[in-house]
């Protein structure tokens, strides 16, 4: 069953020599732990039925090669080098270039038991975007010298069973060393998917993490209108709404004269969801509905596909329950004024 969702934030899963980009927010594997990841900002924006994720590779120490694996909710229909300063430029709103190229999907074929769609190559990134269940990628990905951690393979059923699609990228460290990258410097990347509603998945932030582990991302997601979210942002829950509100006009021009955000619209609504929490907490996805309604629970991870989902009736009784109150508080009104 295919979930109708955005663009991820990424599995991580770890090659000889292996450590997860940024927007691959999962857990660390490196062979002498001198490879580590820095906080990482992922921008989702959704407009007229497509998903925009941006967001940009950070790495401080290490060498040689490291990638992940990312769930995608669909087939991507271009990844391109991303702008120079879109996420910067979303911290700053909320913390008081050349023209990206689409990429027609590659012709498919086989290899390793799944399906390869798209292939290409961003600065220092090799990127393929493949088609399988969660057996076949794990195989794939163990070919392909990805060493997987312990949890892996639960992980890619879970989101396997949602959507087939993944995309792998290998990052190649001394590569970016000789492009004169620094450490700590990012590669932006724009990944564009046709969805019927943006998803984060947040679950996998907690791959190949030991239950106490720290999990920290900061989610920026611009949409049409006040989005509705599940689960709720409780803090309590490891998530937080740290910024909702209209997307000022300054914002939104700045965000659409970078490289290949011309899609952006001139109003929006701008929501920021930070995570800050241990990996045992990190049991669900969030969920969203663009036109602010009920996102769905098997989105959210909270129930399996082909379960039923029972969020709109138990919105539908949550509504009736509100009704009959308010016709018995009528009556009463009635009642009163006629005694």
Same mark, same amino acid.
């Given at each position: 069953? @295919?979930?109708?969702?955005?663009?991820?934030? &990424?599995?991580?899963?770890?090659?000889?020599?292996?450590?997860?980009?940024?927007?691959?927010?999962?857990?660390?594997? #490196?062979?002498?732990? %001198?490879?580590?990841?820095?906080?990482?900002?992922? +921008?989702? #924006?959704?407009?007229?039925?497509?998903?925009?994720?941006?967001?940009? +590779?950070?790495?401080?120490?290490?060498?040689?090669?490291?990638?992940?694996?990312?769930?995608?909710?669909?087939?991507?229909?271009?990844?391109?080098?991303?702008?120079?300063?879109?996420?910067?430029?979303?911290?700053?709103?909320?913390?008081?270039?050349?023209?990206?190229?689409?990429?027609?999907?590659?012709?498919? @074929?086989?290899?390793? &038991?799944?399906?390869?769609?798209?292939?290409?190559?961003? =600065? %220092?990134? =090799?990127?393929?975007?493949?088609?399988?269940?969660?057996?076949?990628?794990?195989?794939?990905?163990?070919?392909? &010298?990805?060493?997987?951690?312990? =949890?892996?393979?639960?992980?890619?059923?879970?989101?396997?069973?949602?959507?087939?699609?993944?995309?792998?990228?290998?990052?190649?460290? $001394?590569?970016?060393?000789?492009?004169?990258?620094?450490?700590? =410097? #990012?590669?932006?990347?724009?990944?564009?998917?046709?969805?019927?509603?943006?998803?984060?998945?947040?679950?996998?932030?907690?791959?190949?993490?030991?239950?106490?582990?720290?999990?920290?991302?900061?989610?920026?997601?611009?949409?049409?209108?006040?989005?509705?979210?599940?689960?709720?942002?409780? &803090?309590?829950?490891?998530?937080?709404?740290?910024?909702?509100?209209?997307?000022?006009?300054?914002?939104?021009?700045?965000?659409?004269? $970078?490289?290949?955000?011309?899609?952006?619209?001139?109003?929006?609504?701008?929501?920021?969801?930070?995570?800050?929490?241990?990996?045992?907490?990190?049991?669900?996805?969030?969920?969203?509905?663009? %036109?602010?309604?009920?996102?769905? @629970?098997?989105?959210?991870?909270?129930?399996?596909?082909?379960?039923?989902?029972?969020?709109?009736?138990?919105?539908?009784?949550?509504?009736?329950?509100?009704?009959?109150?308010?016709?018995?508080?009528?009556?009463?009104?009635?009642?009163?004024?006629?005694?």
């Amino acid at each position: 069953m @295919r979930r109708p969702l955005i663009f991820a934030l &990424g599995v991580v899963l770890s090659m000889t020599i292996f450590v997860a980009p940024a927007f691959a927010c999962g857990g660390l594997i #490196g062979p002498n732990g %001198a490879v580590n990841l820095l906080r990482t900002t992922t +921008f989702v #924006g959704y407009h007229d039925g497509v998903e925009h994720y941006v967001t940009a +590779f950070q790495f401080a120490g290490g060498g040689g090669k490291f990638g992940s694996l990312t769930p995608l909710p669909g087939v991507p229909t271009s990844v391109e080098r991303g702008g120079s300063w879109t996420l910067q430029r979303l911290v700053r709103e909320t913390q008081p270039v050349t023209k990206g190229i689409g990429l027609p999907l590659a012709a498919t @074929r086989s290899a390793d &038991g799944v399906q390869i769609l798209l292939e290409t190559k961003i =600065d %220092a990134l =090799d990127i393929t975007v493949l088609k399988g269940g969660g057996a076949a990628v794990g195989e794939w990905a163990t070919a392909h &010298g990805f060493r997987l951690p312990a =949890d892996a393979p639960e992980v890619l059923d879970f989101y396997a069973d949602r959507s087939p699609i993944f995309l792998a990228a290998a990052f190649d460290a $001394d590569a970016a060393a000789a492009r004169g990258q620094r450490v700590g =410097d #990012g590669t932006p990347v724009h990944i564009t998917i046709p969805t019927a509603n943006p998803w984060v998945p947040l679950r996998i932030l907690a791959l190949g993490k030991q239950p106490n582990d720290p999990v920290q991302a900061d989610v920026y997601l611009l949409t049409d209108q006040k989005p509705a979210m599940l689960p709720y942002a409780r &803090g309590t829950n490891g998530l937080q709404l740290a910024y909702d509100q209209t997307a000022s006009a300054a914002l939104l021009t700045d965000l659409r004269t $970078d490289a290949g955000m011309g899609w952006v619209p001139t109003t929006g609504w701008l929501s920021q969801l930070r995570i800050d929490t241990v990996a045992s907490t990190m049991t669900y996805d969030l969920a969203i509905d663009a %036109a602010g309604r009920s996102p769905s @629970r098997v989105a959210a991870g909270l129930e399996t596909p082909g379960g039923s989902d029972q969020t709109p009736f138990v919105l539908t009784m949550l509504a009736a329950a509100m009704a009959a109150l308010i016709l018995v508080v009528i009556r009463e009104q009635r009642r009163t004024v006629t005694a």
